[in-house]
């Protein structure tokens, strides 16, 4: 009687661990994941929503000194030329490159200026801007950016909002 016990309990315990192993062996998480991307993008999108349009009403409709601006949202850098004296002014979470020419870095406060995301320093006001690196401006409307300076034209690569000013 005890051997016809355990040979029922061993004969169970084999199917449920058969079972467990076919299920998860037949189980693909890509095509069925807890979370699909879809609902996660939708989701995201309609949470950001309000922020990017008070960005946007924030940013839109500024100019600089001789009507240039640029977008109130851009998805990509565009090139702008500058002639020495123009200063580029940004809006928070800009991004610029200077690619060509010489510039430096323009700042009301005496202690705050442009994030150098390539070289992880903070470049205060009247400092030379470094070639080929990307600054950040940490926040917007405040008259942050770059005067180009020298003889030449300068080019720029601008992720972002932008109003030039001369």
Do not use: W
Not at 113 to 138: R, S, W, Y
């Amino acid at each position: 009687m005890k051997k016809r016990i355990v040979l029922i309990i061993s004969v169970v315990l084999a199917a449920i661990i058969a079972l467990s192993v076919i299920a998860t062996a037949a189980y693909d998480s890509t095509s069925d994941p807890l979370i699909s991307l879809s609902y996660l993008t939708k989701y995201v999108e309609e949470a950001l929503k309000p922020i990017n349009e008070k960005i946007a009403a924030l940013t839109g409709g500024e100019s600089g000194g001789d009507g240039t601006t640029a977008p109130a949202t851009t998805d990509a850098f565009v090139v702008i030329d500058l002639k020495p004296g123009q200063e580029l002014q940004c809006t928070a979470a800009t991004e610029l490159i200077l690619r060509s020419g010489s510039a430096v870095i323009v700042s009301p406060f005496d202690n705050q200026g442009l994030c150098d995301m390539t070289a992880g320093v903070d470049l205060q006001a009247g400092t030379a801007v470094p070639k080929n690196h990307c600054l950040l401006i940490p926040r917007g409307n405040d008259g942050r950016g770059i005067k180009i300076t020298g003889s030449g034209t300068a080019y720029v690569m601008v992720g972002g909002a932008y109003k030039i000013v001369g």
